[in-house]
């Protein structure tokens, strides 16, 4: 029996496991705000064409009006200055948005300390327990900052040092970083060294970041395989994107 | 080796390909046109929040204004009157998005004939030579149309008879059924009885449409392994969506 033939009989029959791992999108789906003077993202919202009535007898649908960077997201090079001869979203390479995934979990360090920054150190204690990164595949940070939807919300976030970013941009094999919260960088990174470092260094480094992702709790420390599934947008800087787990159980 | 790893594996060999069936998202992504006194859609379209400038010195990044049912999308149940009851476009289930699918081939009789419809018939003969239609799976219906970016925005396409559509929602065990025309229906099919049949059935029986796809023709008429992303969007009747089509080569 072929690989696909035996992976649709596994998913059938729960050997192989699809995770969503995307926050749903809705006008209150959690945003960045950045500080004055910068320009801010809208919210999501739909705007109602027709339903079942004079504009639409037998059809309901909405426009849609939401920020590249709003929800469940993918960034990519061209969002940051540093990347800015690199790609757009409609030019990610599969083998990017088809990838593997390894879980590391802060979520213990994170519950005492909103301002947790990912340092190299807890990366090169994760390979020793589990192995090499995975080349061309993503590292999730599992904060357990979507257990806390009352947060969110705020200013204050965990992420990663300015050392750490470099360290996974430059010296490692990944693609790309996912997180749970609204962005990839601490919500004080608008004043480290430099300025949202973890942007600034993996967009400079034509990589990736995905962010406010669900259900990382799920996941194994390592063997997950990863679709992330970005609208193709001619020059985009990102897109919302929905995001599973291929999970072996 | 687990079946994620040697999934991995020949992906990387090329013996597993994924293909992006997605058509490029931008203000000239073709778009449905419906007839006076219907209400349309909005095109896509992107506008600027910051591009390297004094609104955000190191980022570039967008806001989106589209349609639920602009570009590759997928209609979901209460997109229609008759599905009104049914899910929306966040809670469609993990087996409708991961699933088989298939590819019945029409595009020398559409070559000869813009409103072409497929007939009851068209896929039995398809069963005869390829076997059963997927259980949870996809219809894909292979048109030409997509090389005919001249056509795409017209009013004339082609489709499905009410017949055939009545027959694919209420006796056969897809879950869909994807074109590569702005809609599931012919351009015609407001003055079929009932109108717009493909949706009026599908959506009736809690089914799915899928538009816009490209590369058909590179897909085998069996053992796709299909993986549609629509945007998680709560209430939403359809979303524009990325659609990876796994092929085992
Ligand atoms: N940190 C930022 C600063 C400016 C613009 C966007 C961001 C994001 O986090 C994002 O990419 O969502
Ligand atoms: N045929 C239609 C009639 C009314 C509204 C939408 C449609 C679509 O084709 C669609 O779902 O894209």
Chains 1, 2 share one sequence.
Not at 52 to 79: Q, S
Not at 195 to 216: E, I, S, W
Request: net charge negative; hydrophobic share 40%; aromatic share 6%.
């Amino acid at each position: 029996m072929g690989l696909l033939d035996q992976l649709r009989d596994a998913i059938s029959t729960g050997g192989v496991e699809i995770i969503d791992l995307t926050a749903p999108l809705s006008s209150s789906t959690p945003i960045l705000q950045l500080p004055d003077p910068f320009a801010n993202t809208i919210p999501f919202q739909l705007e109602e064409i027709s339903r079942y009535d004079e504009k639409g007898p037998a059809w309901y649908w909405n426009n849609i009006h939401t920020g590249e960077h709003t929800g469940t997201h993918l960034d990519v090079p061209v969002h940051w200055v540093s990347g800015k001869d690199g790609h757009d979203v409609s030019q990610v390479p599969i083998k990017t948005l088809v990838a593997p995934a390894v879980v590391i979990d802060v979520s213990s360090a994170v519950a005492g300390n909103d301002d947790f920054l990912l340092e190299i150190d807890d990366v090169k204690r994760w390979e020793s327990a589990h192995g090499a990164l995975p080349d061309g595949g993503w590292l999730l940070v599992r904060s357990g900052w979507s257990a806390r939807p009352d947060v969110l919300n705020e200013a204050r976030n965990p992420g990663m040092s300015a050392e750490c970013a470099r360290w996974l941009a430059e010296e490692t094999p990944l693609t790309g970083v996912g997180v749970e919260t609204v962005g990839t960088d601490a919500g004080a990174a608008h004043s480290f060294d430099p300025p949202f470092p973890c942007h600034n260094y993996m967009m400079g480094a034509g990589k990736h970041g995905l962010t406010l992702l669900r259900n990382l709790e799920t996941l194994p420390a390592t063997g997950t395989m990863l679709v992330v599934s970005p609208l193709p947008i001619v020059g985009g800087s990102g897109s919302p994107a929905r995001v599973f787990a291929m999970v072996e159980r």
